[in-house]
């Protein structure tokens, strides 16, 4: 069993910033990729930002430049640090974890809210 985590949301003005937290814990053979994804009222759920076992990172094309995504390895713990927020923003932000173990597992958080007012 896996459990996932996310804290940090809240809310914030329009130019603000926060910084989301998930942590992975439980049976956790090897970490593929974290990643975060939002879901605003209405709308499907999309990717926010996702780094991989390796390192590498991909944004979404309304976050480049203003959200940063890192992952503490041996915490099992991913950040987004979002800067310079935009009431676009507002969204449940759900952190994602796949996990390989013969085949690729995803685990999803409970959503944290992200509030931006303008």
């Known amino acids: 069993q896996v459990h996932v985590v996310e804290s940090g949301g809240g809310l914030v003005q329009a130019g603000g910033s926060l910084r989301l937290s998930c942590a992975a814990s439980g049976s956790i053979f090897s970490i593929n990729a974290m990643g975060w994804y939002r879901q605003a009222p209405g709308k499907q759920r999309e990717l926010v930002a996702v780094i991989r076992n390796g390192g590498s990172t991909n944004y979404a094309d309304a976050v480049k430049g203003r959200f940063t995504i890192s992952r503490d390895s041996a915490e099992n713990t991913v950040f987004l640090q979002m800067n310079s927020l935009k009431p676009e923003d507002t969204a449940v932000y759900y952190c994602?974890?796949?996990?390989?173990?013969?085949?690729?597992?995803?685990?999803w958080g409970q959503g944290t809210q992200v509030t931006v007012s303008s």
């Open positions: 994602n974890v796949r996990i390989i173990n013969l085949i690729e597992y995803s685990y």
